[in-house]
């Protein structure tokens, strides 16, 4: 198992322009994640899924959008990227509420 | 929504002493409670968690304690070994609501030789 993929690892965008986080998860998990996260600070929940074609915001959506077209993927796509989008962002998945997150190695995305 | 407060920030504790990281939730419904790790450009892990139905849990040298009275619950790292130096974060969720994991501010524990 490969367990949670994002891809790319790094990226640095332009203001205004567009892209497409990608998250895959190969252990048939019903629930998936984004989070970002800012220095010194916690994870912020994005959005969230619970199974495919089920998607909802969390605490942070404004400037994001999710589709969950199958089980495996999570895409995240930012439009018109803004300087306050500069973070690292972590998908991950779980089997079953409450129970252990599986994340992905992360990507740092940095708006200039 | 929950509002997880977490203290100290940062934490330096000499090889060997014990640490203690403590957090405080707002919503009383939460009974989910896990602690991640997260070593420096690393991911975060899960290293324990807790639910509302018991009030400590041990795995070797980590333990949680929860209070659901005061809404608190607690991070006890015993012996510290260099390798325990790391960025903790606490979260807090409620079944039924997606495991939207609320997460702390996390704490810089630095463990000197």
């Known amino acids: 198992n490969a367990g949670v993929t994002q891809t790319p690892k790094f990226r640095i965008l332009k203001i205004g322009q567009s892209m497409t986080l990608q998250c895959a998860q190969d252990?048939?998990?019903?629930?998936m994640y984004w989070y970002r996260q800012d220095p010194g600070m916690g994870l912020k929940l994005i959005y969230y899924?619970?199974?495919?074609?089920?998607?909802d915001k969390g605490e942070v959506p404004n400037g994001y959008n999710v589709s969950r077209s199958t089980t495996e993927d999570f895409p995240l796509r930012l439009e018109l990227a803004a300087p306050s989008q500069t973070s690292v962002y972590f998908c991950?998945?779980?089997?079953?509420?409450?129970?252990?997150?599986?994340f992905g190695s992360g990507t740092q995305l940095s708006v200039l | 929504g929950e509002n997880v407060e977490q203290h100290p920030s940062t934490l330096s504790v000499q090889e060997g002493d014990s640490a203690v990281i403590k957090c405080t939730y707002s919503d009383s419904a939460s009974n989910y409670f896990p602690w991640y790790k997260q070593e420096l450009g690393k991911r975060p892990q899960l290293i324990i968690d807790?639910?509302?139905?018991?009030g400590e849990k041990k795995d070797q040298r980590i333990a949680v304690t929860l209070n659901k009275t005061a809404k608190h619950f607690s991070l006890h790292i015993t012996e510290t070994q260099p390798e325990d130096s790391a960025v903790y974060f606490c979260a807090a969720s409620i079944t039924g609501g997606g495991n939207k994991l609320t997460f702390g501010t996390g704490t810089q524990l630095k463990v000197e030789l």
């Open positions: 991950a998945s779980t089997e079953v509420e409450n129970e252990k997150l599986f």
């Open positions: 899924s619970v199974g495919a074609g089920i998607t």
């Open positions: 807790i639910r509302s139905n018991v």
């Open positions: 252990m048939n998990h019903n629930y």
